[in-house]
């Protein structure tokens, strides 16, 4: 599974991870497919080539998922667990810009999704 995944399913199939760009909290700015791809468990994440700190999410939009318990003090933030997306939720804990590589500028920017890795990490 890849963050480009949902992305296909909605219409653009020529999508690829390097199609992707953030900086990561620790200043160097990346494209997805430059980052460590971790696909142990039921979540793909992305972790920054210098920090190594897992900074994107991608996991299957599971029904099942919605009826796990959210962390502490997290009911009220929902809607900052992630983007669902095609039967994907993708977070990260920096903006990704949806920038292909000859792109002058960002055709789409996903906002960070601050609880997304408290919410679903430790499934």
């Known amino acids: 599974m890849r963050y480009c995944d ?3 399913a909605a219409g653009r199939p020529e999508t690829t991870d390097h199609d992707f760009l953030l900086t990561c909290s620790c200043g160097l700015e990346q ?3 430059e980052m460590t791809i971790d696909e142990a468990g ?3 994440l992305y972790d920054c080539a210098r920090c190594t700190k897992s900074v994107v999410g991608v996991l299957a939009d599971d029904p099942a998922l919605a009826e796990t318990p959210e962390p502490q003090g997290m009911a009220r933030w ?3 667990a992630g983007h669902k997306l095609r ?3 993708i977070g990260s804990r920096v903006d990704v810009a949806f920038r292909p590589a000859d792109a ?3 055709l789409l920017r ?3 999704t601050p609880y997304f890795f ?3 990490l430790d499934l």
Do not use: C, I, N
Request: proline fraction near 12%; hydrophobic fraction near 30%.
């Open 110 to 112: 996903l906002p960070a």
């Open 31 to 33: 494209r997805l497919d």
């Open 42 to 44: 039921p979540m793909t």
């Open 6 to 8: 949902p992305f296909r």
């Open 104 to 106: 002058d500028a960002d």
């Open 118 to 120: 408290k919410r679903y």
């Open 87 to 89: 039967g994907y939720v």
């Open 78 to 80: 929902g809607e900052s």
